[in-house]
């Protein structure tokens, strides 16, 4: 079974509207983290936002915030004011306490519309 | 801070030749990874490092990659012979240690054209 999966391959969003892209997982670890990452055109996989199993609070880094619903095993990344810039690929992973390797969906390839 | 550093940036072979990538992590860092990432994918974990010892290569294919992490700090990555369907961006990225909460941070990547 998949690990990550993101159903969105492609997701367009007019500038300045939020936008929400797709992540469920798949683990039996209680401990587990749940990162996004941005890759624009130049390849570099950028940091986002990182929730942690048993944190109670959604995580919000300024325009990026994580929906994370445990119970349903998704962590949305919720994307507010887009903005040019924010066309990338984004990839969802999760890391298990047990283990320690990282799981990487396929990606949301995001284009905002002037 | 400096980044994960990685060289080079683009390589070109023929297929059945020999190549090797290098990465030096962010100082301190305990946990080393490379990937794979093909075309249109996410990245694959080919290798991962705890200091200098394995902790998880599973998914390297040991009959022509290879890789090693001396003193637990640099690392290069090795493909002989190399094939066609090994043109990827390799990716290095290194985390503090293997707690679940630490993210990575990656290295620019080396893009293999294998002809």
């Known amino acids: 079974a998949q690990k990550i999966t993101q159903t969105q391959p492609g997701m367009f969003v007019q500038e300045k509207e939020a936008v929400t892209l797709d992540c469920t997982y798949d683990?039996?670890?209680?401990?587990?983290?749940l990162f996004w990452y941005k890759q624009p055109s130049s390849g570099e996989m950028i940091f986002l936002i990182y929730?942690?199993?048993?944190?109670?609070q959604n995580a919000t880094e300024g325009r990026y915030s994580l929906n994370f619903q445990k119970a349903r095993k998704s962590a949305n990344l919720v994307i507010s004011a887009s903005q040019l810039g924010d066309s990338a690929m984004y990839f969802c992973?999760?890391?298990?306490?047990?283990?320690?390797?990282?799981?990487f969906g396929t990606g949301t390839s995001l284009t905002v519309i002037p | 801070e400096a980044g994960v550093a990685q060289s080079p940036r683009y390589k070109i072979i023929e297929k059945r030749q020999s190549v090797a990538f290098w990465c030096n992590p962010i100082?301190?860092?305990?946990?080393l990874y490379w990937y794979q990432q093909i075309l249109g994918q996410g990245p694959k974990l080919l290798i991962q490092?705890?200091?200098?010892?394995?902790?998880?290569d599973s998914q390297l294919p040991k009959d022509r990659f290879s890789a090693e992490r001396l003193k637990g700090v640099d690392s290069t990555l090795k493909i002989q012979p190399a094939k066609l369907e090994d043109s990827a961006v390799y990716l290095c990225?290194?985390?503090?240690?293997?707690?679940?909460?630490?993210?990575?941070?990656f290295g620019p990547g080396t893009r293999l054209t294998v002809l």
């Open positions: 929730q942690g199993s048993y944190d109670q």
């Open positions: 683990t039996s670890d209680p401990s587990y983290g």
């Open positions: 992973a999760m890391r298990e306490k047990a283990g320690n390797q990282f799981y």
């Open positions: 490092f705890q200091n200098n010892g394995v902790v998880d």
């Open positions: 100082s301190g860092h305990a946990t």
């Open positions: 990225a290194s985390s503090l240690d293997g707690d679940s909460h630490n993210e990575q941070f």
